[in-house]
């Protein structure tokens, strides 16, 4: 089954406790990205991908790290976690570029940093 | 970065009734998407819009991408309690792609 998948699903942290979330995509996509979705803010992107070893900001980017050494994995770093990073996390993958049309989300992993 | 203008931010129906949601841009967007979200689940794609001017149903749904290309909106017909959730429309152009905050639908049998 094509899918994104995203772990842990749920998390609470504390302030300054290092973290990963995964992300794993099984369609061979080239283009994978991390949103993160706030009440009254929809998603907004934090990192992209367009292939393995290009990463760039999207329009959050503060306080997060990614890397892609391979095709199928995008892990999203929080270094040193903040209660402002509490938030609903997506992780989401294309076939090439960012396309709307084809970009398939994973379930989501809800952080809460206390 | 700019996030587009959803509205309503919420709605709450009788099963039967007809729905309405719109975005607005002050920017020109090349495609307009509606997606869906569950609770617990990421979004998914409905309907995506490539043409100004352009109406594309999917079953009770229908979406319309604005003249001026800086708008859309989405109707749902004869609402049921599965279409209870929060929908969110997104604009896209190249690279850029961005959401409206989303609106949530609840809809009471």
């Known amino acids: 089954e094509a899918q994104v998948t995203q772990n842990p699903r749920y998390l609470i942290t504390v302030t300054g406790k290092k973290l990963t979330v995964t992300c794993s995509q099984n369609?061979?996509?080239?283009?994978m990205s991390w949103y993160r979705q706030d009440p009254g803010l929809g998603l907004r992107q934090i990192y992209y991908?367009?292939?393995?070893?290009?990463?760039d900001k999207g329009d959050v980017p503060e306080g997060y790290k990614v890397s892609r050494k391979e095709k199928r994995n995008f892990p999203l770093i929080l270094e040193s976690p903040s209660p402002n990073q509490t938030s609903l996390y997506f992780c989401?993958?294309?076939?090439?570029?960012?396309?709307?049309?084809?970009?398939?989300f994973g379930p989501g992993t809800r952080l809460t940093v206390l | 970065g700019q996030q587009l203008n959803q509205s309503p931010q919420s709605m709450f129906i009788q099963e039967g009734e007809d729905v309405s949601m719109n975005c607005t841009s002050s920017?020109?967007?090349?495609?307009w998407l509606w997606y869906k979200q569950d609770p617990g689940e990421g979004p998914v794609l409905l309907i995506a819009?490539?043409?100004?001017?352009e109406l594309t149903s999917n079953g009770r749904l229908t979406a319309q991408f604005g003249i001026t290309r800086k708008d859309s909106f989405l109707n749902i017909s004869a609402s049921i309690p599965s279409d209870v959730g929060i929908y969110f429309c997104?604009?896209?152009?190249?690279?850029?792609?961005?959401f409206g905050a989303g609106t949530r639908l609840t809809v009471k049998p």
């Open positions: 989401a993958s294309s076939l090439s570029e960012v396309r709307g049309d084809e970009q398939f």
């Open positions: 369609m061979n996509h080239e283009y």
């Open positions: 991908s367009m292939n393995v070893e290009v990463t």
């Open positions: 920017s020109i967007f090349n495609t």
């Open positions: 819009l490539y043409k100004a001017g």
């Open positions: 997104a604009g896209q152009t190249n690279n850029d792609m961005r």
